[in-house]
Nanobody
Framework: QVQLVESGGGLVQPGGSLTLSCAAS????????IGWFRQAPGKEREGVSC????????YYSDSVKGRFTISRDNAKNTVYLQMNSLKPEDTAVYYC?????????????????????WGQGTQVTVSS
């Protein structure tokens, strides 16, 4: 059974850092794509980042580029999102998701409909 579990969320001050983890099971991470999405109250679900588990290609939204870094540990079937220089507007529930059919492309990675399974989400709050 495919399962994704996020962890690492919490409260952090503006300018601080936080690292999220997404532990995957039920598939071999090497051959899939894992994306991070976030959703704040009253806002649309936003694609934050994505990584190819096979070749390590990464993608970022313009709003987080240069501040967030996605990485993977294939041995642990885990994907990480390191978030630096956090801003109040980064406050949201963060979700990881997986594309099990390998359909993700350079232009579609941020489209939530391309993903097949989702984690439960973890809250990130940036506030002083």
């Amino acid at each position: 059974q495919v399962q994704l579990v996020e962890s690492g969320g919490g409260l952090v001050q503006p300018g601080g850092s936080l690292t999220l983890s997404c532990a995957a099971s039920g598939f071999t991470l090497d051959y899939y794509y894992i994306g991070w999405f976030r959703q704040a109250p009253g806002k649309e679900r936003e694609g934050v980042s994505c990584i190819s588990s096979s070749d390590g290609s990464t993608y970022y939204s313009d709003s987080v580029k240069g501040r967030f870094t996605i990485s993977r540990d294939n041995a642990k079937n885990t994907v990480y999102l390191q978030m630096n220089s956090l801003k109040p507007e980064d406050t949201a529930v963060y979700y990881c998701a997986i594309d099990v059919y390998g359909s993700i492309t350079d232009s579609s990675w941020s489209d939530w409909k391309e993903y097949d399974y989702w984690g439960q989400g973890t809250q990130v709050t940036v506030s002083s």
